[in-house]
């Protein structure tokens, strides 16, 4: 949020970069399935680009399936942990997978879990097949309607069961588990849906509290009511980014921000004189909660 706003994050630029990418890739990806585009590999392969349009793995040929052999673990195939089909078969096992995207007859969870685990073990991509992986449930449960909106956010519940995630895949690899990996999907989805609907709960209950707050103080309010809004969609923000995108002149967006800051709503995060940053407080603390990974 501090990227998007043109100020300093405090973390390796490649890391934001990253991230940028990964959102910018999912929301691609769901605006093609918005425009009729099927869920596809082609659709794969254009997402895959957005992807890794920047950053790492801007060199590893986004957008195309490997033309070479890759491995997971080790320094060479002969002494990987494991060594995906050789890229003469991606294509052929890239369509199968394809197929059985729309297979009607396989309840959509499922499908998105054994989908997602044969992806990741065909590795089509030099770079990027975990995110793109992930991305493709997302986009196959919002295919099948099962989400409106990507809000089922899997990829916490896998770094914080790393271990068991890459163990699990590998034993559908070596012995065709696949019921212990499928329970593990599962659990994951239900933990993660869960955590979401409480979370979005306490976001509503907030921003309801809130708005009661500024509607009180009558006329001296509607600025800030008006930034309010702004701030349930961007809980970040700078006085240039209201008065370039929001259309609110420099005196305005500083007397909407003081006012919600005397309120306790927003706070200044950067210490500044200039250049100052604002963030819409509880919201960011209730997004963060919960998604500390274990040191």
């Given at each position: 949020?501090?990227?998007?706003?043109?100020?300093?994050?405090?973390?390796?630029?490649?890391?934001?970069?990253?991230?940028?990418?990964?959102?910018?890739?999912?929301?691609?990806?769901?605006?093609?399935?918005?425009?009729?585009?099927?869920?596809?590999?082609?659709?794969?392969?254009?997402?895959?680009?957005?992807?890794?349009?920047?950053?790492?793995?801007?060199?590893?040929?986004?957008?195309?399936?490997?033309?070479?052999?890759?491995?997971?673990?080790?320094?060479?195939?002969?002494?990987?942990?494991?060594?995906?089909?050789?890229?003469?078969?991606?294509?052929?096992?890239?369509?199968?997978?394809?197929?059985?995207?729309?297979a009607p007859s396989v309840p959509t969870?499922?499908?998105?879990?054994?989908?997602?685990?044969?992806?990741?073990?065909?590795?089509?991509?030099?770079?990027?097949?975990?995110?793109?992986?992930?991305?493709?449930?997302?986009?196959?449960?919002?295919?099948?309607?099962?989400?409106?909106?990507?809000?089922?956010?899997?990829?916490?519940?896998?770094?914080?069961?790393?271990?068991?995630?890459?163990?699990?895949?590998?034993?559908?690899?070596?012995?065709?588990?696949?019921?212990?990996?499928?329970?593990?999907?599962?659990?994951?989805?239900?933990?993660?849906?869960?955590?979401?609907?409480?979370?979005?709960?306490?976001?509503?209950?907030?921003?309801?509290?809130?708005?009661?707050?500024?509607?009180?103080?009558?006329?001296?309010?509607?600025?800030?009511?008006?930034?309010?809004?702004?701030?349930?969609?961007?809980?970040?923000?700078?006085?240039?980014?209201?008065?370039?995108?929001?259309?609110?002149?420099?005196?305005?967006?500083?007397?909407?921000?003081?006012?919600?800051?005397?309120?306790?709503?927003?706070?200044?995060?950067?210490?500044?004189?200039?250049?100052?940053?604002?963030?819409?407080?509880?919201?960011?603390?209730?997004?963060?909660?919960?998604?500390?990974?274990?040191?």
């Open positions: 949020m501090l990227f998007e706003n043109d100020a300093a994050t405090g973390v390796p630029m490649d890391d934001v970069v990253e991230v940028s990418n990964y959102v910018a890739a999912m929301e691609y990806g769901l605006k093609r399935l918005r425009e009729g585009f099927p869920l596809s590999l082609r659709l794969l392969r254009e997402v895959h680009g957005v992807l890794l349009a920047k950053g790492r793995g801007r060199d590893k040929q986004p957008g195309e399936f490997r033309a070479s052999q890759n491995w997971i673990g080790g320094t060479r195939p002969g002494n990987a942990l494991f060594v995906p089909p050789p890229p003469d078969v991606v294509i052929e096992a890239m369509g199968s997978l394809e197929n059985y995207l729309h969870l499922v499908r998105a879990g054994l989908a997602h685990a044969q992806f990741e073990t065909i590795h089509p991509f030099l770079d990027g097949n975990g995110r793109a992986g992930r991305l493709l449930v997302t986009l196959l449960l919002c295919h099948d309607g099962l989400l409106a909106e990507p809000l089922l956010y899997l990829s916490l519940y896998l770094k914080r069961h790393r271990a068991a995630y890459y163990d699990l895949l590998q034993r559908v690899r070596t012995h065709g588990d696949w019921e212990a990996w499928l329970d593990f999907f599962l659990r994951g989805v239900e933990e993660t849906a869960n955590q979401a609907a409480e979370t979005a709960g306490r976001l509503l209950r907030l921003f309801q509290s809130d708005r009661a707050r500024l509607h009180a103080l009558g006329r001296k309010g509607g600025s800030a009511l008006k930034l309010h809004d702004i701030l349930q969609l961007q809980p970040v923000t700078t006085v240039s980014r209201l008065v370039s995108k929001h259309g609110f002149s420099p005196p305005t967006a500083n007397s909407a921000l003081r006012l919600l800051v005397e309120l306790g709503i927003a706070r200044e995060i950067t210490g500044y004189q200039r250049n100052r940053v604002f963030a819409y407080n509880e919201y960011l603390r209730t997004l963060n909660e919960g998604t500390e990974l274990p040191a």
